[in-house]
């Protein structure tokens, strides 16, 4: 399922063709086997209300969770460049020496986080996570040289904004990993079948209904689809754009 999430279009396209086979299914199988009568027509409406209007407040609920997601990840990447920044500030306190070599290296981290928010090839944010992994060891080692040789507030200000920046990257990547469940999607994609199969075991058979029975798996399709964009950071086209990230990276380069 995560690979579908990655890929909203695909998504839409996959379920808009299981969807559409459920109304057939409704059509031509469930109407065969038991056709509705009209004095059970209050009865069905009945059904069919209930099934539509719990799939519409589990769409509503998950939108909710994807689009608190995206709030999520957009606020930790601004605490993200905020830790940088603060930090690229307190490195004034070391010696000269130090301070060089720390500014320089947040630098190199701040663009290395930079691309890495914006690149979608696996392969390259692999390779780019070791790159990270590395260039973090080196400014914590930084850092704790700075608390070793000055073991004063001063000291203790630069290795806790260090830790800051640290800490908030593996915020950011946590956040990026926080899904909507699989038991939600499953749930809402069942509930959705069950809701065309019964849109089509309950038309008439007229050409301008047929028409209709088409808007639904489109509606539902659409909206699972922008709930898979929302939710999806690294794939879609609603994405968190790292503009703190590159408005602090212009700063820092001046």
């Not at 199988?29 to 409406?45: A, G, I, K, N």
């Not at 000269?96 to 979608?120: C, H, S």
């Not at 930084?142 to 800051?164: S, Y």
């Given at each position: ?50 099934t ?6 589990l ?66 944010r ?8 590395a260039?973090?060891?080196?400014l ?53 079948v ?28 659409l ?24 408005r ?7």
């Amino acid at each position: 399922m995560a690979a579908f999430v990655d890929h909203p279009a695909i998504l839409f396209l996959v379920l808009f063709v299981l969807f559409i086979a459920a109304v057939a299914f409704g059509v031509f199988v469930l109407r065969r086997l038991s056709p509705l009568h009209e004095d059970e027509r209050d009865d069905f409406s009945a059904v069919q209300g209930a099934t539509l209007t719990l799939l519409a407040l589990l769409i509503g609920f998950s939108i909710s969770m994807a689009v608190n997601r995206y709030d999520q990840r957009k606020v930790l990447e601004e605490a993200e460049a905020n830790a940088i920044g603060t930090e690229f500030a307190r490195a004034d306190l070391t010696e000269p020496g130090v301070r060089d070599e720390m500014k320089a290296a947040l630098l190199q981290y701040t663009r290395l986080r930079l691309t890495e928010f914006r690149t979608r090839d696996h392969a390259e944010r692999k390779q780019l996570d070791g790159e990270l992994a590395a260039l973090q060891s080196r400014l914590w080692l930084q850092a704790t040289h700075v608390g070793k040789n000055q073991p004063t507030p001063i000291g203790a200000l630069v290795v806790a904004g260090m830790n800051d920046v640290l800490n908030s990257q593996d915020y950011s990547e946590a956040a990026r990993i926080n899904h909507i469940p699989l038991g939600a999607w499953v749930l809402m994609i069942v509930i959705a079948v069950f809701g065309c199969a019964v849109q089509g075991y309950g038309a008439k058979g007229k050409r301008r209904t047929a028409l209709l029975m088409t808007i639904l798996p489109v509606t539902i399709s659409l909206s699972l689809a922008l709930i898979a964009d929302i939710d999806s950071p690294r794939g879609g086209i609603i994405r968190v754009q790292p503009q703190n990230l590159a408005r602090l990276l212009q700063s820092l380069e001046k």
